[in-house]
């Protein structure tokens, strides 16, 4: 069996994931994807059985993942899967139609209609970018006028997509900390609380967020499970809240990070990753 | 292996162990390269990407 670990910047997880390849006696090469030429539609380098797609830029995945799919091998995750966890808006989507708890969401394509959605939604709420990552852009919207100022902005942004079209979601009222479970299949690999740093309220890692181990309880599981069933599987990074009305779940990421869940778990995480990883190619 | 940061002309030591592709940064400005080539005990880094409005997980 050969695995491929495409990357565009070598982090802690991809060296991570060849190692515990090699200590598993799995054939995994780290491929930089910044190098590779394809002739569409078939003739590609010699890439292995399975590909596990790492690549830290959504674009840059998200098109190789298609070539690769057309080409006719195996990625992991697929291209729909990478799709449904790269838009902020078809994530929760899937989560909604598979009924997973998730926060109150509304789509407005104009700066009038995000202004008469967020009457709807109430104040504060959370305005987020359609894609992106690390609380990026993430803001709670207290009042009309912040919301009309980072209209404002928005507008002079040259991304068509965030320039002129708005996702707004329910502020939840939770603990300073969110819940990140990294999935693989059917495997909770690790569950950990991100505690969010002093002054901040964004709890992503890449924010100072530091990660504690906990055990999550049957309900959560079974949720962590449905939402990364919604979104169609593979090797995922469920995020979720716990506010008194019962656990909510707000994100699923495509490309997981987990050096920071590593940190505070005993579980060796790219082993388990690798594992499965291993299932998929003999598949 | 030692190497020399573009940026500043400072002196950057990129570790034995690294491999194709792995991220160093000068210390003395903060650079950050890519390792591009490693030959004979030499290596070839180039300019890293800059972070991208893309980038996540």
Redesign the interface.
Known sequence: MKVSITFDRLRWEEKALSEAAEAAGVEATLVDSKGLIFEVPKKHPDLGDVVLQRCISHYRSSILTLMLEGAGLKVINSHDVAERCSNKLATSIALANAKVPTPRTFLALTSEAAEEAADKLGYPFVLKPFTGSWGRMVTVVRDRSTLQSLIEYKEELANPQEQHMYYLQEFIRRPPRDIRAIVAGDNIVACVYRIAPPGEWRTNVARGAVSKAFKPDTELKEIILKAAEAVGGGILGVDAMEPESGYLVHEVNNTVEFKGAQSAVDTDIPAQLIKYVSQVARR | MNTSCTECGATLAVPNDA?????VSCKDCSQEY?VAEISNGSVLLKP??QV??????
């Not at chain 2, 491999?19 to 991220?23: P, Q, R, T």
């Not at chain 2, 991208?52 to 997980?57: I, L, P, T």
């Open positions: 491999i194709v592709g792995e991220l890519e890293a990407e991208g409005e893309d980038w996540g997980e």
